[in-house]
């Protein structure tokens, strides 16, 4: 019989002043589960306010604004064999006012920015139209077995 799998290493780091951050197993839950093909890989899940997250989208996408998720993911030669992932810078302030926004729970819109920063990660992205859709329904199948309702439906307030 072989080893369980080592489950994912996630260093998660506090540089928010927001009193309405998730706790360390709601993350480790959500990365869990964006992640389950990939145990025993590191991710580090930095949690900013919006000066941070302004600076990090201004010097690496050139957008003069601060956004919900940044994902860094890990750039090392094949030959270290290091299970890095990578970053995830999450703004807590922009997640809060999108939820608001939105009409989205606040902990569901949390889950899926997780989510969603952990598909960049796994090298899933949305430029063009079928990457998104591609993206967008495993975001949804993800999120349902979380029983979160699907993020792209719109609400009216």
Not at 31 to 54: K, M, Y
């Amino acid at each position: 019989m072989s080893p369980e799998p080592a489950p994912l290493e996630l260093d998660i780091q506090r540089a928010s002043e927001s009193s309405e951050l998730p706790d360390d197993d709601s993350f480790r839950r959500w990365a869990g589960l964006a992640l389950r093909d990939r145990p025993g890989h590191e991710l580090t899940i930095r949690l900013v306010d919006e000066e941070e997250s302004q600076s990090l989208n201004r010097d690496y996408r050139h957008k003069d604004s601060p956004t919900n998720v940044l994902s860094f993911p890990a750039d090392l030669p094949p030959e270290l064999n290091i299970p890095l992932l990578g970053d995830l810078v999450i703004c807590a302030p922009v997640v809060e006012r999108e939820a608001r926004e939105q009409h989205k729970p606040l902990q569901a819109h949390w889950a899926h920015m997780v989510i969603h920063g952990c598909l960049h990660l796994t090298g899933y992205d949305h430029i063009d139209d079928d990457e998104a859709e591609t993206m967008e329904s495993l975001e949804r199948e993800l999120l349902a077995q979380l029983g979160i309702a699907d993020p792209y439906l719109s609400e009216s307030p």
